[in-house]
């Protein structure tokens, strides 16, 4: 799996050529992070990844008992 980087309010993933806004995120059971972005075009993903493997999460959001399901359109 490609590794994430959280800079604002949006996303970079590995070997993908642009950034993707987060609209929505979700804690599971097992160290994982579930959200669902959405492109510059409008197209919307859903991408799991362990928190692990998402970079600078805990300094740029305050992801704290669980869940954030509110829109991040500034």
Do not use: A
């Not at 950034?19 to 959200?35: P, T």
């Amino acid at each position: 799996m490609s590794s994430v980087w959280v800079v604002g309010n949006h996303v970079k993933v590995e070997g993908m050529p642009e950034d993707f806004k987060i609209l929505s995120y979700n804690f599971i059971v097992g160290g994982c992070v579930e959200m669902i972005l959405e492109s510059t075009e409008g197209s919307r993903f859903f991408l799991k990844r362990r928190k692990t493997q998402i970079s600078d999460i805990e300094s740029e959001y305050n992801f704290d008992t669980g869940s954030n399901d509110e829109s991040y359109s500034h």
